[in-house]
Structure formats: C-alpha cells, structure tokens
C-alpha cells in the first residue's frame, strides 16, 4: 500500500486531452469520483498559433489533494499519472508532493525529474 502524499501538479492541458489519451482521459475520469484524493480545477484559456494556421487551445489546470500514491513506481504514482497527461498533450510546469503519513504535515517538496511535454506548434505534432 502506497503511504499518503500530499500532492500538486500545475500546468496547461490541450482541449482534446481525452481525444489525444486513453490513459489521459481515464486519470481524469478518476478525479471525479467522490473517493480519490485529488481533484483537478482548470483556469483560463489561452490559444496559441499553429504553422499551418489557426489557433491550439489549452487551458491552465491545477492538481491537488491527498491520495495514497507512489512517486516514482507503478501504474499508480505521481511519475505515471504525469506521463499520462504528457501523453494527451499537457504541459507540466510544476510537481510538488509530501508524504504526510511519514513525515506529517509541512511544505511540499519539489519533483525534479518528471516530463515537461511542450506546447504543439503544429498540426503534425497533434497527429493530424
């Protein structure tokens, strides 16, 4: 059993993530469901242009919460659901977490070594 963390992941997440991961899609799914510690909350907009022409909608997102996790092993820990999002798309501008069941309640601590993803610049990197 995973000891419970504090978490926090900050960052911009495309319109069409469940369209772009199955994974994706399904991780957001969990955070609806009464019982899993960590929600997500989505800000505001922003588009950016496309080589080809047109505009790339993302939006602002905020993880957050308490959940028995891991940080680096398994299907279900930080590492996992991080790369998950990378792969529908989302750009992950910061991860933080605490095990507050070992060393109680404090500041979170940064995560270094996660991927970043990068905003689509093109239909291409979208896969169309």
């Not at 799914?29 to 950016?48: D, E, N, W």
């Not at 792969?87 to 601590?109: C, H, K, M, T, Y």
Request: one cysteine or more; glycine letters at 12%.
């Amino acid at each position: 059993m995973a000891n419970v963390h504090k978490v926090l992941i900050k960052g911009k997440m495309p319109f069409d993530v469940c369209g772009r991961s199955k994974d994706a899609c399904i991780r957001l799914g969990l955070m609806c469901s009464p019982t899993y510690g960590l929600k997500i909350q989505y800000g505001k907009s922003q588009q950016f242009p496309l080589k080809e022409g047109g505009q790339y909608t993302y939006y602002d997102f905020e993880i957050s919460g308490e959940e028995a996790i891991w940080l680096e092993i398994g299907e279900r820990s930080i590492k996992s659901l991080v790369e998950d999002l990378v792969a529908g798309g989302a750009v992950i501008q910061e991860v933080a977490a605490r095990d507050i069941e070992n060393l109680g309640e404090g500041p979170l601590l940064p995560i270094e070594d996660f991927p970043t993803g990068k905003i689509a610049e093109s239909l291409k990197e979208l896969g169309y």
